[in-house]
């Protein structure tokens, strides 16, 4: 059994900052890429930002210098500082954790709950 779980979203007014969780527990052996989706309303899901286990990150366009991915291997948990939020911003955030179970070889997907983050004023 495999647990991921956000905390983090809320209700922000443009320029602020929020920073999002999601750790992960269960039956891991390794968690490998991590990564940060959301979807507003009426839109398709989207990534955000990915980090690597090496701690390589990716970031769309849209982000780029205002959001920063992080991870920290010990706890099986990745973050999203996210800064100067803008309204085009507001979604519910979702993370996607990309792990090999114990006793496997398989490598699977797993999704938080998502999270929602509203910027407005």
């Known amino acids: 059994q495999v647990q991921v779980v956000e905390s983090g979203g809320g209700l922000v007014q443009p320029g602020g900052s929020l920073r999002l969780s999601c750790a992960s527990s269960?039956?891991?052996?390794?968690?490998?890429?991590m990564g940060w989706y959301r979807q507003a309303p009426g839109k398709q899901r989207e990534l955000v930002a990915g980090?690597?286990?090496?701690?390589?990150?990716v970031y769309v366009d849209s982000v780029k210098g205002r959001f920063t991915i992080s991870r920290d291997n010990a706890k099986n948990t990745v973050y999203l500082e996210m800064n100067s939020l803008k309204p085009e911003d507001t979604a519910v955030y979702y993370c996607?954790?990309?792990?090999?179970?114990?006793?496997?070889?398989?490598?699977?997907?797993?999704w938080g709950q998502g999270t929602q983050v509203t910027v407005s004023s």
């Open positions: 996607n954790v990309h792990m090999t179970l114990m006793a496997t070889t398989t490598e699977v997907d797993y």
């Open positions: 269960g039956n891991i052996f390794s968690i490998n890429a």
């Open positions: 980090i690597a286990r090496d701690g390589r990150p």
